[in-house]
């Protein structure tokens, strides 16, 4: 049976609300409809930025600003298609994720209602946490659909959003975790100390140099010891920037950041294989890291060479997630997030 779902998705880079339409089995195929990027507002980024920084929630108001930009955002993708919806799935914005106290926290009014009588899924990360899993990351499921739509039986997706995760897919094999920082440290960082809000086009760490003992001193981590599965929260290794020397460029401290996110990949995988390496996310887009990544492994796309609107592969995947909530289909995995059992995702908003 076939499923329309409309999937919502909002990242930790803060930018604003994805929203997708798709058209899924739930387990062999997805084909999108409709895609489109609702910006969040300015007042309301800063004050979500605030909370991330600081860790706590003491505006009232907040989820109610919120869900009014994502009731905008979804009925105005409900209103421009003619498309009998058979269910909604949001994930809401991610304000805490710390695998370490098993917690992971979305904001979303889960009393909010659309221009639709469709079931809303949300939620997608409590079932994971509750069964064992680290809550993330929780679209294994959908790269490995794509894999299978375009005969690639070895590969690696990389998505790099605020945080760096991979889904490792060897034949009928996944494994998925975390891997290190994404652009959240990066995009903080230059707001921080060069008032923009990220590496355009990777336009600035161009010209940028290693320095070796940033890259050394983080490279140390005990997080990059740990093996697949395993989960970060976005602020993780932000304190590595703390007191960094004057002396230190903008351009040199990004190149040295963004050459550590494929070498922690390439650390993690079997050495003998030769895995197509998918590249997703927001920084897909950044040319600096896109080659660092062709420096070091020899057979590199993005995702968007597959026909894909690479900005929208998280939304399609809350659509997904929540079908396959309608059909009771796993969606997370022992080998994904190190959970007891393979379970499906979401609850009923």
Do not use: W
């Amino acid at each position: 049976m076939d499923y329309i779902a409309l999937g919502c998705m909002t990242g930790t880079s803060l930018d604003g609300i994805d929203c997708s339409l798709v058209k899924t089995d739930g387990a062999t195929y997805l084909n999108d409809i409709a895609n489109e990027f609702t910006p969040y507002s300015k007042n309301l980024r800063d004050r979500l930025s605030n909370v991330l920084v600081h860790n706590y929630l003491t505006d009232p108001s907040l989820l109610k600003s919120l869900s009014d930009e994502y009731k905008v955002a979804i009925n105005n993708l409900i209103n421009k298609h003619d498309e009998k919806i058979d269910v909604i799935g949001i994930h809401g914005q991610t304000v805490l994720h710390d695998p370490s106290l098993k917690l992971s926290l979305q904001l979303y009014d889960k009393s909010s209602l659309y221009n639709t009588h469709a079931p809303i899924i949300c939620n997608f990360r409590k079932n994971d946490i509750l069964n064992g899993g680290s809550g993330a990351p929780i679209l294994p499921v959908y790269h490995q659909i794509i894999s299978q739509q375009n005969n690639m039986s070895q590969s690696i997706f990389v998505n790099i959003g605020g945080v760096s995760n991979i889904t490792l897919i060897d034949e009928d094999d996944l494994m998925a975790g975390d891997t290190s920082f994404g652009n959240a440290i990066i995009d903080d960082y230059m707001l921080k100390n060069c008032k923009i809000d990220f590496d355009l086009n990777g336009d600035m760490s161009r010209n940028g140099k290693k320095i070796d003992s940033l890259y050394n001193h983080i490279k140390n981590d005990l997080f990059f010891n740990e093996k697949l599965p395993k989960s970060l929260d976005r602020n993780y290794f932000h304190h590595y920037l703390n007191n960094l020397s004057k002396t230190f460029e903008a351009r040199d401290i990004i190149f040295t950041l963004l050459s550590i996110i494929p070498e922690t990949i390439k650390k993690i995988i079997p050495s003998h294989k030769n895995y197509h390496i998918v590249l997703s996310g927001g920084g897909r887009k950044n040319r600096t890291l896109v080659g660092l990544f062709k420096k070091i492994f020899s057979n590199v796309s993005l995702i968007d060479d597959f026909q894909l609107d690479g900005d929208f592969i998280e939304s399609q995947g809350m659509g997904l997630l929540a079908t396959r909530y309608l059909k009771k289909m796993p969606s997370t995995y022992v080998n994904t997030t190190g959970l007891k059992k393979n379970i499906y995702l979401g609850e009923k908003c």
